[in-house]
């Protein structure tokens, strides 16, 4: 009878230390990632909210009828409020809205509601026909900082509306 020599299989302790000192190199680094990822998706998911917002407000210029100066706007409780007094204004309005998009405040308020997230100013330009109006407006966040040059993030559009 032929005895067989066993040979012993496995991983030394050498090969399985270095497995584990690259298994936990590219650990840090994808944990190292992380915090940039959520910065990113937090800046992304603001940046979307401030679009949406500007949607909003640029529906509700151009919903509303032109009104000559004095006259109260026609759109009732459905609207956001805004003076639409193009020609006439020298004051932006300011509108204060939520996290979830939804406006708090009434428009310029006195003071930052507590629960604004969102800050936007529209700022109503010299109309450059008769028949057409230009409206700057940014939104920007956190609505407590007023300075655009200290937010956190801003989104800006200029919006044309035949009136």
């Known amino acids: 009878m032929k005895t067989r020599s066993r040979s012993a299989a496995g991983f030394s302790l050498v090969e399985i230390t270095l497995?584990?000192?690259v298994a936990a190199f590219c650990l840090v680094a994808v944990f190292g990632?992380?915090?940039v990822g959520l910065k990113t998706q937090q800046a992304g998911a603001n940046q979307t909210k401030a679009n949406a917002i500007i949607s909003e407000i640029v529906a509700d210029l151009r919903a509303d009828?032109?009104?000559?100066?004095g006259q109260a706007s026609k759109e009732g409780t459905s609207?956001?409020?805004?003076?639409?007094h193009w020609a006439a204004r020298a004051?932006?309005?300011?509108?204060?809205?939520?996290?979830?998009?939804?406006?708090?405040?009434?428009?310029?308020p006195a003071s930052v509601p507590t629960d604004a997230v969102y800050r936007a100013?529209?700022?109503?330009?010299?109309?450059?026909?008769?028949?057409?109006?230009i409206a700057k407006i940014i939104v920007s966040w956190p609505a407590a900082q007023s300075d655009?040059?200290?937010v956190a993030g801003t989104a800006e559009m200029?919006?044309?509306?035949n009136r």
């Open 79 to 84: 609207g956001l409020g805004l003076s639409g």
């Open 91 to 108: 004051t932006p309005d300011t509108l204060y809205f939520t996290s979830d998009g939804k406006q708090t405040g009434g428009v310029s």
């Open 65 to 69: 009828v032109r009104l000559p100066p």
């Open 19 to 21: 497995a584990l000192g």
């Open 158 to 161: 200029f919006a044309a509306v």
């Open 148 to 150: 655009l040059t200290k």
């Open 33 to 35: 990632l992380m915090p």
């Open 121 to 133: 100013t529209i700022t109503y330009l010299f109309p450059p026909t008769a028949t057409t109006s």
